[in-house]
């Protein structure tokens, strides 16, 4: 099967989208107002036809880090269920799951207030409150459980990231190539996560996206007022890159967080990845316009052709 897999809408909106990679067979996905057959088998030279230009006209692509851009084996939710567990907080992978994609401090608040809900000292989840004794003592507590996890958190993530034996690489063996072939079609390309900074500048030296011929820009969910699925991020993006139609901006990620917000964003292509967290059907689910195997498999445009300016002729 072809690495790239259409819904309706995308095919609607970008009707001629080529794969570069158009290895076999493609599913296209209609609507559910086609009861009796909801699929249909795509040939390879259709497949290509079809899809050759899905990211002509957009002027940047917001791509997700941990599993979308770069290869950690999954070690980064492992590790924050780790040192939860071993503080005493305790989560299954299944509980885990929902939480992909998440700001990192928002996963751990979440998981510790629950922890913190017993008798004499019951939090409510919606309002962060304590109903009944002592509130001021129980917050500061708190507080000081979700902090101490944290920077357990930073310490075992930073040994396995940047240790001897490190997992982290690019998500595919060709993304460098395909990053600058991007903006070489003059498309911008930023990265947002849920890592803190700290760990988010680090990963970005590491890998050489500090290198601007790479990567334009990058930001973490800590320096905006809430993570996803929430559309800060990429908002805060589009501002210091001087992109004003979020419709001209794709939102690609591994996780039905990242599909939510792109879609809560506005932007005009929102792409799940295979290569990381979560399944077609729930990036599906959650509004994804398309599904493909992983980030280099959408077609790079035609670089754009700068129309000359106008000029008067000499009348003198």
Not at 222 to 234: A, L, Q
């Amino acid at each position: 099967m072809s690495a790239i897999k259409l819904i309706g809408g995308a095919l609607r909106r970008a009707p001629a989208i080529r794969s570069q990679q158009a290895r076999a067979f493609a599913s296209l996905q209609l609507p559910t107002v086609f009861p009796t057959r909801n699929t249909l088998t795509l040939s390879p030279t259709l497949m290509a036809s079809t899809t050759s230009n899905i990211l002509q006209g957009y002027e940047m692509m917001v791509c997700d880090m941990a599993g979308t851009t770069v290869e950690e084996g999954g070690a980064v939710y492992e590790t924050l269920r780790q040192v939860m567990n071993d503080d005493g907080v305790e989560v299954s992978v299944e509980a885990m799951h929902p939480w992909h994609g998440a700001k990192k401090e928002a996963v751990l608040e979440h998981f510790c207030r629950g922890a913190a809900a017993t008798p004499g000292k019951v939090l409510d989840h919606r309002e962060g409150r304590v109903l009944g004794g002592a509130e001021a003592q129980a917050n500061s507590e708190l507080e000081a459980r979700i902090n101490r996890i944290a920077d357990a958190f930073i310490e075992s993530i930073t040994a396995q990231y940047f240790g001897e034996n490190s997992p982290v690489k690019p998500i595919a063996p060709g993304l460098y190539g395909y990053l600058k072939s991007l903006k070489a079609a003059g498309i911008k390309v930023a990265l947002d996560t849920g890592y803190p900074p700290e760990i988010q500048e680090l990963l970005v030296k590491k890998l050489g996206f500090d290198d601007k011929s790479v990567v334009d820009a990058y930001i973490s969910a800590y320096t905006v007022p809430e993570g996803r699925p929430y559309p800060y991020m990429i908002h805060r993006l589009m501002e210091q890159q001087g992109v004003m139609d979020v419709r001209k901006v794709v939102k690609v990620g591994d996780s039905v967080r990242d599909i939510e917000e792109g879609k809560n964003a506005g932007c005009g292509l929102v792409v799940g990845v295979l290569s990381g967290a979560d399944s077609a059907a729930d990036m599906l689910a959650a509004g994804a316009d398309l599904i493909a195997d992983c980030v280099t498999d959408l077609p790079v445009p035609l670089a754009r052709r700068e129309t000359p300016a106008f000029r008067s002729p000499d009348m003198s």
